[in-house]
């Protein structure tokens, strides 16, 4: 009988066996990777009986949740928020774990032509011809709207730009705008487009590419530190590292 290497024998009993303790995860997560978590959490939850309870948000908006005070026994969030956050000393020390980068893109509705953006001449062009661009809403200060504003400026078009823009919630919010049609164009993180009707129309090519490092730590302050480190484990463990890739993520390397 053929023997599964310990490490992925180690996310299988993580995923599998019957729970010894049920506990409720309280998770502070960037939308970007709660997308694409979703089914890992549905397993996990299956084999390990803890429930999860979320509070998901662009950067901006996480930023203020976590300033504020709310109780959480994970945090997700991009590399440089992370970063913030353990300079405030509310942090377990040792606990951060990079998961992985993934990066910006444009979506457009399925049907559509897709666009030239191979070059950054073609994205400043594809910019101004799009009659709407979906992004999230500025005041939640998200991580692709702030990159669209860069380039923007960068491109003289600003201006344009934001004439143009169609205010979302968030990226699968700007997604789904483009899917209903409420917007051409949206610029998003590739993890972000699981809506019918909407589809990549590329990445941004790699001088304009902002690759986005995102990681777990558990807060000083966690009531279920040790369940919160099992379930890191498992969320980067070599058993799952197929679902980061199909989902456009790039893992952190083990």
Not at 76 to 91: D, F, R, V, Y
Not at 175 to 180: D, L, N, P
Request: one cysteine or more; glycine letters at 10%; hydrophobic letters at 45%.
């Amino acid at each position: 009988m053929r023997r599964l290497p310990a490490a992925m024998m180690a996310v299988a009993t993580a995923l599998l066996a019957p729970p010894a303790e049920a506990a409720e995860i309280k998770v502070i997560s960037a939308g970007a990777v709660r997308s694409v978590i979703g089914g890992m959490i549905e397993d996990y939850a299956r084999g390990s009986g803890h429930k999860f309870n979320f509070t998901v948000g662009p950067t901006g908006m996480l930023r203020n949740v976590i300033a504020s005070g709310e109780p959480a026994d994970l945090i997700i969030a991009s590399a440089p928020l992370m970063a913030e956050l353990e300079k405030t000393g509310k942090m377990t020390p040792g606990s951060s774990v990079d998961l992985g980068r993934i990066g910006l893109c444009v979506v457009i509705r399925d049907g559509a032509p897709a666009p030239d953006l191979s070059t950054a001449e073609a994205v400043k062009r594809g910019l101004v011809q799009a009659q709407s661009i979906a992004y999230t809403d500025p005041a939640s200060g998200g991580t692709s709207y702030l990159h669209l504003m860069k380039l923007a400026d960068e491109f003289g078009i600003r201006d344009a730009v934001t004439k143009k823009g169609v205010h979302a919630t968030g990226g699968n919010d700007a997604v789904a705008k483009v899917a209903e049609g409420k917007a051409e164009i949206a610029v998003v993180l590739i993890s972000e487009i699981h809506t019918k009707g909407a589809k990549l129309a590329a990445p941004l090519p790699e001088p304009l590419q902002l690759w986005m490092v995102y990681s777990a730590a558990i807060p000083a302050s966690s009531k279920e530190p040790a369940h919160a480190r099992d379930f890191i484990a498992a969320l980067t463990g070599p058993a799952l590292r197929h679902r980061w890739t199909e989902a456009g993520w790039e893992p952190a390397a083990r």
